[in-house]
């Protein structure tokens, strides 16, 4: 199994800073893209950021210029730092990672538990 576990959420009021963290552990060979999606109340789930193993990313167009995301390879986890929060940007955030298991080397989609960002305005 492929356990996420995401950190980071919580209030602060617009225009103020986030760093949501998401450390992937369990039997994992390796790690493609890792992302973070995004649910509000009564919305759909989307996108907000995603980040190859090769580097590469790709934003919402929402969320260009005030969010980036990385990665540390070496600890198996992702990163976004959230700045210039808006109150639009409240919502449930989902970490999700593409990873290769290890004995089946099998490739499977894994989501995090979800972690709560409320922006006041």
């Known amino acids: 199994q492929v356990q996420l576990v995401e950190s980071g959420g919580g209030l602060v009021q617009a225009g103020e800073s986030l760093r949501l963290s998401c450390a992937a552990s369990?039997?994992?060979?390796?790690?493609?893209?890792m992302g973070w999606y995004r649910q509000a109340p009564g919305k759909q789930r989307e996108l907000v950021a995603i980040?190859?193993?090769?580097?590469?990313?790709n934003f919402a167009d929402s969320v260009k210029g005030r969010f980036t995301i990385s990665r540390d390879n070496a600890k198996n986890t992702v990163y976004l730092q959230m700045n210039s929060l808006k109150p639009e940007d409240t919502a449930v955030y989902y970490c999700?990672?593409?990873?290769?298991?290890?004995?089946?080397?099998?490739?499977?989609?894994?989501w995090g538990q979800g972690t709560q960002v409320t922006v006041s305005s």
């Open positions: 999700n990672v593409q990873a290769v298991h290890l004995l089946s080397r099998g490739v499977g989609y894994y």
């Open positions: 369990g039997s994992i060979f390796s790690i493609n893209a």
């Open positions: 980040i190859t193993s090769g580097g590469s990313t």
